[in-house]
């Protein structure tokens, strides 16, 4: 199917002439990222670690949660860190576990499951871990929504450290220490990962007072953490601009020589060459592989393999990891099928689709796709453990973990971002909550028009496809949310060669030509698209680079089609 086409505002020209030294393009691309000054344009064409990486200091609590972690390292006190179940969580657990072990210390992860303990802190896990002998935990991507579990930990002679980027409820928890980038008024941005809020604290940890580490040292522990940053950056679509960009940027750099033995056994099984990892091989390979260990049985599985010293086991594990993977594509599938059987109420502007049996661990992703498709905000639920738990995604302009906040007092638990969330309910309460929730939906989005659409970055003369654009286009990588791959679309171009291709002749080998520039498009997905060789056409596309015996040419993958209307 075709999309509707959206264009952003052209850049005017004393926008222009305030940067002279900007191609065009790049101005433009800039101006359509939301990127005007000077300070900004610079960090997003010349990333740099030294000036761009903000002193994690500025966190009010950041010197609180550093020496009672040194507290705890000089009395042997056992630490856990706390994590989540997805890949943001693990990367964020394997990036706290390590720096602190490396410091010294005595520390322990404990990853919940989740369908048998749900999302966050729960009483019965603080119960055990205090019979345990531990004395700290640490969250990482989770607690702050935990007011309740946290002050109940305090009755435990537990204190805890809060690590997390999630909406903030009011009141906050009575943690020792929280550190959260929209909680403190003064850290100067507030999009890190759950990973980046943990690699904060590990920089804290490597640059406070009561470290003994040569600078040296400090150095190399806190850039050798970055390929766990970098996956989680990508894994939880925060926006890849300001720090996250930065971040990102080196990550990759430390990714493709990662030193951790899983990583590199998980690399293999995916067919990644490590040389050359971006960051779409992170959001399509490394974490729906990291997130298939939690959705099918026990993120510990990807835990230990990141954390896996022995090569044996490494191989062993990445196997099974790899193997849950293909076993989850498998059944969101089958889900997705059975979903899309429902009779659906399209004057809704937020769908539901509930059954029972269908895996908590899967809800996330169905609801994902689901969205997509309906181009409309959905929740996908399911029973667990006599709870019915559930997963949303939405769309622009309708902020999903806030309609959930008014709708609090049916809810057992949630949490989430404006796009994404999860939540247990008491069945009983669930009729209610489906009705407040489509209210809320259909008052807030009621002038919406839910199409498909595609976000384009700006109109290119055919003609002036070269390897000029493509430097350009290079300049914005790595790409991800609030940074996609630039779209550009060129009108009025000619068809001059056509087949399909694919095992089930489902996509497109296409060449287009105007005047005298002639290039090769591969369109996957669109072999029932209506088109003959000789059409007069207008064409979407990323640029590519497309590499065979030594050769290197530009090629136009193509997102959209429409025949052209003089």
Request: glycine content about 6%.
């Amino acid at each position: 199917m075709s999309y509707l086409w959206k264009t952003p505002d052209k850049i005017k020209q004393e926008t222009l002439d305030l940067y002279p030294e900007l191609h065009p393009i790049v101005a433009q691309l800039l101006f359509n990222r939301d990127l005007k000054t000077q300070e900004q344009i610079d960090e997003f064409l010349n990333p740099d670690y030294s000036q761009d990486i903000h002193d994690p200091f500025l966190f009010a609590d950041m010197d609180k949660a550093c020496i009672r972690i040194y507290q705890a390292i000089e009395n042997k006190e056992l630490i856990t860190v706390y994590g989540d179940y997805d890949a943001d969580g693990v990367s964020s657990a394997v990036i706290l576990t390590s720096t602190i072990k490396k410091l010294g210390g005595q520390v322990e992860a404990y990853l919940p499951h989740r369908e048998k303990e749900g999302y966050g802190l729960n009483n019965k896990a603080i119960e055990e871990l205090a019979k345990n002998n531990t004395k700290l935990i640490i969250t990482c991507d989770c607690g702050v929504s935990n007011t309740e579990e946290i002050a109940f930990a305090n009755t435990k002679n537990l204190e805890v450290i809060v690590t997390d980027h999630h909406a903030i409820p009011d009141p906050l928890p009575e943690a020792l220490a929280i550190i959260h980038p929209q909680v403190d008024k003064q850290y100067p941005f507030k999009f890190l990962a759950g990973g980046g809020v943990a690699f904060k604290l590990a920089q804290g940890l490597l640059h406070h007072k009561n470290n003994k580490l040569d600078n040296q040292d400090k150095e190399k522990q806190e850039k050798w953490l970055l390929d766990m940053v970098a996956i989680s950056t990508v894994a939880d679509m925060v926006p890849l601009l300001g720090e996250n960009r930065t971040l990102l940027k080196y990550g990759l750099v430390v990714l493709r020589k990662t030193k951790r033995l899983g990583l590199q056994k998980l690399l293999e099984v995916a067919k990644i060459e490590q040389a050359k990892i971006d960051a779409r091989n992170i959001g399509f390979a490394i974490a729906p592989r990291i997130n298939a260990a939690g959705r099918m049985d026990h993120a510990n599985l990807a835990y230990f393999l990141l954390m896996q010293e022995d090569e044996q086991e490494a191989i062993k594990e990445a196997q099974e990891l790899n193997d849950s993977n293909l076993a989850r594509q498998r059944l969101t599938e089958q889900i997705i099928k059975e979903a899309k059987e429902f009779e659906v109420d399209t004057k809704q502007s937020l769908l539901i689709f509930y059954k029972s049996g269908w895996p908590a661990g899967l809800t996330g992703l169905v609801a994902g796709r689901l969205s997509r498709d309906f181009s409309r905000p959905v929740f996908v639920l399911t029973d667990n453990n006599d709870q019915v738990v559930g997963s949303g995604r939405s769309i622009e302009g309708f902020n999903i973990t806030d309609a959930l906040q008014a709708n609090e007092d049916l809810l057992i638990k949630y949490g989430g971002h404006p796009q994404a969330c999860g939540f247990t309910i008491d069945p009983k309460n669930l009729e209610e909550f489906k009705t407040k929730i489509q209210d809320i939906a259909n008052q807030q989005l009621k002038n919406k028009k839910f199409e498909k659409t595609i976000d384009i970055e700006m109109q290119v003369n055919f003609e002036d496809i070269n390897w000029d654009l493509a430097d350009i286009v290079d300049k914005f990588a790595p790409f991800g949310k609030d940074n996609e791959e630039p779209l550009f679309v060129s009108q009025d171009v000619s068809i001059s060669a056509l087949r399909k291709v694919g095992k089930d002749q489902t996509h497109l080998k296409m060449e287009f030509t105007k005047g005298e520039k002639r290039i090769g498009a591969i369109a996957f997905g669109m072999g029932s698209f209506e088109l003959s060789v000789g059409d007069k056409v207008d064409i979407v596309y990323n640029l590519s680079i497309n590499q065979w015996n030594g050769n290197r040419e530009i090629q136009l993958m193509i997102k959209d089609i429409k025949q052209h209307e003089s």
